[in-house]
């Protein structure tokens, strides 16, 4: 079983930064595929970023620009830089691992974007 836990949310003023934080255990994190999820109150979950164990990484229309996901296969963690916040970026950020066909997600972690 692969443990996911975010880290980094909080309040920020619109045009601000955050840098959200997702640690994953196992010995085989650099083969994972880590992903972002964002869910606003009353919406659907969606995608916001993900990077493969290669690498590779995809953004979702809204974020490109200003989100950056980068990894950091010594420390098992995946990372979400987020730049430009708009108060339509407030949500609860989900992290997700994905490995043998198997998905593990983590608690979420609120970010609020308000003045």
């Known amino acids: 079983q692969v443990q996911v836990v975010e880290s980094g949310g909080g309040l920020v003023q619109p045009g601000g930064s955050l840098r959200l934080s997702c640690v994953a255990s196992?010995?085989?994190?650099?083969?994972?595929?880590m992903s972002w999820y964002l869910q606003a109150p009353g919406k659907e979950r969606e995608l916001v970023a993900r990077?493969?164990?290669?690498?590779?990484?995809y953004y979702a229309d809204s974020v490109k620009g200003r989100f950056t996901i980068s990894r950091d296969n010594a420390k098992n963690t995946v990372s979400l830089q987020m730049n430009s916040l708009k108060p339509e970026d407030t949500a609860v950020y989900y992290c997700?691992?994905?490995?043998?066909?198997?998905?593990?997600w983590g608690q979420g972690t609120q970010v609020t974007v308000s003045s």
């Open positions: 990077i493969s164990s290669t690498r590779s990484t």
């Open positions: 196992g010995s085989t994190f650099s083969s994972y595929a």
């Open positions: 997700k691992a994905r490995f043998l066909g198997n998905e593990y």
